[in-house]
């Protein structure tokens, strides 16, 4: 399954995702970073992305850390890509 390697910043207008021309990904979303308020705004989020279950999406690390990898299930590498392809500027 593909993992989704990002830069979470809480706090932010809207939830956003963006993608830097080195290929690094940050998410913006408009959920505070306590309580797992912002991990939950997260996966809510990727899930509409991605067009798959909030249940298909697992947080592997990063649960405290502005750093977090995200494998989503239910996408073969070539969708997740294709996904991601319409953010890339």
């Known amino acids: ?35 797992g308020k912002a991990n939950a705004c997260l996966l809510s989020y990727l899930s509409d992305v991605f067009g798959v279950a909030k249940s298909s999406l697992t947080l592997l690390s990063g649960h405290t850390a502005p750093f977090k990898k995200v494998e989503v299930g239910g996408l073969s590498p070539d969708e997740f890509e294709a996904v991601l392809a319409r953010f890339r500027g």
């Open 1 to 35: 399954m593909p993992v989704l390697h990002l830069k979470a910043k809480p706090n932010g207008r809207r939830n956003q995702l963006e993608i830097a021309p080195d290929g690094s990904v940050t998410v913006r979303l408009n959920a505070p970073a306590q309580d």
